[in-house]
């Protein structure tokens, strides 16, 4: 006598398990109808949507920019008041930011274009000093408040400003007309010109079941209409689908914004010509733990960046030393 077993299938995402799956399981829930503005209906009616591809000439930006920052805290720190009973927390942190150049058409590989480095010692204590040690000096800025979410949101502002700066900085100096891709949600970066951010990893699933399952159809090459949305701030959006081996849910599934002023035209445009030109970046899956999601130059960039920080321990030990005297 034969007993007949059944298994349930599964699949293994694609992501290294070191990282955070690249979409949240909270975001496999549809979203409730009042956590989000959306206008589904800029590019194709909301009953309409189906997988676009890229419009016939449709042709690639002459070059791209990509700029993406890290950050590292190095020590946490306490800053004693003379006024309080207790000292107050603070962390000193490095972070960097840098830009890739990709050119297209000519051959020329993807080239360092800009980088610069900053160290900063975050507090909400007003008597927070600048602190200069043997391995570098830390500035000292100001933190909203003393939890470690409010410090590290200091770090996270003042690296985003990083960015932005070397960026405008950057265009200004080369002239030209390019498109410029950030890594992370576009806010506040809203106001940078042909600027779009780029956001790899899934919290929230925005769109109801109907365009959901639109996003589950897309192949690598392939994207959603274009849709606005708005939470605390406002902008355009698509989906796109990268090259993918993973059959994991939204596998190589990355979404696109965009300014919230553009015309419709212009919007269709970008989102053709990001389309087109991405799925040439994507990341591999033997070389990258987070690929197709993490671009070439986006891992090579973080990889340099990562780099330029310093030796973490020296910079603690020097922090140390400092402390001491």
Not at 233 to 247: E, G, K, T
Request: aromatic share 6%; glycine share 8%; charged share 20%.
């Amino acid at each position: 006598m034969s007993i007949a077993t059944s298994h349930a299938a599964f699949t293994v995402d694609a992501w290294d398990p070191g990282y955070a799956a690249a979409l949240a399981v909270e975001a496999l829930a549809e979203l409730g109808p009042t956590s989000a503005e959306l206008d589904l209906d800029v590019e194709l009616p909301a009953d309409d949507w189906h997988p676009v591809s890229p419009a016939a000439g449709t042709a690639p930006p002459a070059v791209l920019l990509i700029a993406d920052g890290v950050r590292r805290i190095d020590a946490r720190v306490w800053i004693h008041d003379p006024d309080a009973a207790m000292p107050t927390p603070g962390i000193a942190a490095s972070y960097a930011a840098g830009i890739v150049r990709c050119a297209f058409g000519n051959g020329t590989p993807a080239t360092l274009a800009a980088i610069e480095v900053s160290r900063s010692l975050f507090s909400a204590s007003p008597y927070a000093p600048d602190v200069k040690t043997t391995a570098g000096a830390y500035q000292s800025l100001p933190a909203a408040g003393a939890t470690m979410e409010e410090l590290s949101l200091a770090l996270q502002q003042r690296l985003t400003q990083l960015e932005v700066d070397l960026a405008v900085r950057y265009r200004a100096e080369a002239g030209g007309d390019d498109l410029l891709l950030v890594d992370g949600p576009l806010r506040g970066r809203t106001h940078l010109p042909r600027t779009v951010g780029y956001v790899k990893t899934h919290h929230t699933a925005y769109l109801p079941a109907p365009q959901a399952g639109v996003v589950s159809a897309l192949l690598p090459g392939q994207r959603t209409p274009i849709f606005l949305m708005g939470t605390s701030w406002r902008r355009h959006a698509w989906y796109l689908c990268l090259p993918v081996r993973s059959a994991a849910p939204w596998a190589g599934i990355v979404r696109i914004e965009a300014s919230a002023d553009m015309r419709r035209d212009e919007l269709v445009e970008l989102a053709d010509a990001v389309t087109l030109v991405l799925p040439f970046l994507a990341g591999v899956d033997y070389k990258d733990p987070r690929a197709p999601q993490n671009l070439v130059p986006i891992g090579g960039l973080e990889k340099l960046l990562r780099h330029r920080l310093g030796d973490a321990r020296l910079l603690y030990r020097s922090l140390c030393t400092a402390a001491a005297h």
